[in-house]
């Protein structure tokens, strides 16, 4: 199956996803507009992080297209998808050890964006001051905190300069307080115009953002709409918080 439909910044069609014997991600259709911001949930184990590493390219699917603005993308890798706008963040934060926080954003913004020095310096600068950390830019980012280590790696995405931005879990381990800082930083991306997936397991964190809720359940989507009539559905309320309506 072809995966462009009309209009649609990132489109995922027939996606399968086994690892071995292992299936977990089955028949994933997924299409979204250019600035929608789209939030995921579902149980542990459910396939997410897998659907955002094959939409991202750090996993080929096992079957299925997948197309970015228009063209297939199936056989890029994630370098060349980033180059293109699609960036994703990681669940665990992967900064560069024995690095400033500036120097992880600025090898971001000079390798994921290709940008040239004097600009990759700008872009790196104007990330961090969006994510609240010019404070902290000179710090080795192994030094840093929870908090500041999720901001970094908000930063490191922004300064690859998404078109569509692909979060997992940005506010995982943080407290309502400071999940709702990154909310706000969030907001501001889509008043630019960023598009936004967002996993995660924090649902009232995700609903300030989110204008339509995935749920997904062993590698398949179960639901797919208006938040509040995802989270009433009661195939999503059994699958996802454990009982209630079959
Ligand atoms: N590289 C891998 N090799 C083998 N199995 C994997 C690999 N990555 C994920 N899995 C398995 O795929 C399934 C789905 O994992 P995934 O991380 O995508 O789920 P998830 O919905 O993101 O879960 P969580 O909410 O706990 O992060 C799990 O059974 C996991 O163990």
Redesign the pocket.
């Known amino acids: 199956m072809n995966a462009t439909p009309n209009g649609a910044i990132l489109s995922a069609a027939g996606i399968h996803k086994r690892?071995?014997a292992?299936v977990?991600l089955e028949d994933i259709d997924f299409a979204m507009g250019a600035e929608e911001a789209v939030g995921i949930v579902?149980?542990?184990?459910?396939?997410?992080?897998?659907?955002l590493?094959v939409l991202s390219g750090a996993?080929p699917p096992s079957a299925g297209t997948i197309a970015f603005k228009g063209d297939d993308v199936t056989a890029l890798p994630a370098t060349q998808r980033c180059r293109l706008g699609l960036v994703r963040t990681h669940?665990v934060p992967k900064p560069f050890g024995g690095m400033t926080a500036f120097e992880n954003v600025f090898v971001a913004a000079s390798h994921g964006a290709g940008l040239g020095r004097d600009e990759a310096y700008e872009e790196a600068l104007g990330s961090l001051k969006l994510c609240g950390m010019l404070s902290v830019a000179n710090r080795r980012a192994e030094t840093l905190g929870l908090l500041d280590r999720k901001r970094l790696e908000l930063a490191r995405a922004l300064a690859a300069k998404p078109t569509l931005l692909l979060l997992?879990?940005i506010g995982g381990g943080l407290t309502d307080g400071e999940a709702g800082e990154l909310v706000e930083t969030i907001r501001e991306l889509r008043r630019r115009g960023i598009g936004i997936v967002w996993?995660e397991?924090i649902v009232h964190v995700l609903l300030q953002v989110a204008e339509r809720l995935i749920c997904?359940d062993a590698?398949k989507i179960i639901a797919d709409g208006e938040p509040q009539a995802v989270m009433a559905d009661p195939q999503v309320i059994s699958a996802y918080l454990g009982g209630g309506p079959k």
């Open positions: 690892f071995g292992l977990v579902g149980p542990n184990g459910a396939g997410k992080t897998t659907l590493s996993y669940q997992d879990e996993i397991h997904m590698g």
